[in-house]
């Protein structure tokens, strides 16, 4: 029984607890990123997206320089990203214009995570559950090996 429990342990903590948390750790190294953007018109807030609109495949290195997480791009620069602002969900508001953002980030394997983008902009007089604009970025990394 003992021997069980040892091992189901040792498989616990090799594998992980299911945990989808995405580190700086994680990221480092190259990806193949595929990123599907979809859009919707006059919808309500749980119709789905339907096809992509536009499907962009690219590559990407994450570095760690000096403790901080960098996106390598040789257009961009370097670019420090801060996975404490990967997970958010938040709105504004201007003076015609409420939006709200989600972001999120997650590991789906040790060498696959996902980001969702989504924005939905509806015009402050709408007082209908009807959205303007909503859309969404969906992007898939796997490791290059």
């Known amino acids: 029984m003992k021997r069980i429990l040892i091992i189901s342990l040792v498989s616990i903590a090799l594998t992980g607890c299911g945990d989808d948390k995405v580190t700086k ?3 480092v190294g190259d990806w193949r990123c595929i990123d599907n953007q979809y859009q919707r018109q006059n919808s309500g807030a749980n119709e789905d997206f339907g096809s992509s609109v536009s499907s962009i495949e690219d590559t990407t290195t994450f ?7 960098y996106q390598i791009s040789k257009d961009r620069g370097n670019i420090i990203i801060d996975l404490s602002k990967a997970d958010l969900s938040k709105d ?11 972001n999120t980030i997650k590991a789906i394997d040790k ?17 209908t559950n009807i959205i303007d604009l909503r859309t969404k970025l969906e992007t898939v990394c796997t490791r290059i090996k």
């Open 111 to 127: 060498d696959t995570f996902k980001t969702v983008l989504i924005t939905e902009i509806k015009n402050i007089n709408n007082d």
């Open 92 to 102: 504004e508001i201007s003076d015609t214009y409420k939006t709200h953002i989600v």
């Open 25 to 27: 750790e994680y990221l």
């Open 63 to 69: 570095r760690i320089i000096n403790n901080e997480l």
